[in-house]
């Protein structure tokens, strides 16, 4: 496998000063190893594997134009990666027909993305007169679920973001930087 050198200057802008640059990469192994809670490598976990490319998902960030569109109240947050609705703890953003639910409301994991949908389905059937008789019940299970699943050393930096992106009671966002 080679690595294609490519050079950002524009075509009016001098060339510099190399001549030639020549650059071979191959990839030909990669050697995993299990981590532990606090993401150190777990010495003697680790495997070697043949393989010949390596591919790396970095950098994900919340798609939140329609959000911005609507006119719902949007903040920075890094710990959420970007730029998210405010919303209360039901996930009803600033507007109050609008809820949200999974990265959109900060980049975590499918699993609280799928228990947040829940929520915030839920809710939306409610704020719509279309509550289960058991709303309450329900409303609490999918809270405890979440807090279950972010109960680990990494969902610490999540709830951070989540703390400054909370909406109070009465609509007002009592959180700073
Ligand atoms: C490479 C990679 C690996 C991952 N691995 C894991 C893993 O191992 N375990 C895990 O738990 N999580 C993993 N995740 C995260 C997980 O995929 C997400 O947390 C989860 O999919 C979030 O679900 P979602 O429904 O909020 O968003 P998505 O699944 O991203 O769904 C959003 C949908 O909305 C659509 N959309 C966005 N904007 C618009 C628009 N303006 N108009 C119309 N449609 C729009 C998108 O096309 C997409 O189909 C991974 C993510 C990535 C990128």
Redesign the pocket.
Known sequence: MGAKFVDSVSPSTPLPPYKEVKVTLEVTGAVIASLDEKFNYIPGTERNLEVDTICL?VG?SP?T??LFQTGCEMRYIPELCGYVALRDENLKTSLDHIYI?????G????????V??QLAGLNTAASLDFAPPNYYELNQAFKGELAQLRHNEISKVILRGIEKATLRKGGSHVCST
């Open positions: 998902a994900l798609l134009e329609l639910a999974g990265d959109v409301t980049i975590e994991e499918a699993s609280s993305a799928m947040e949908g």
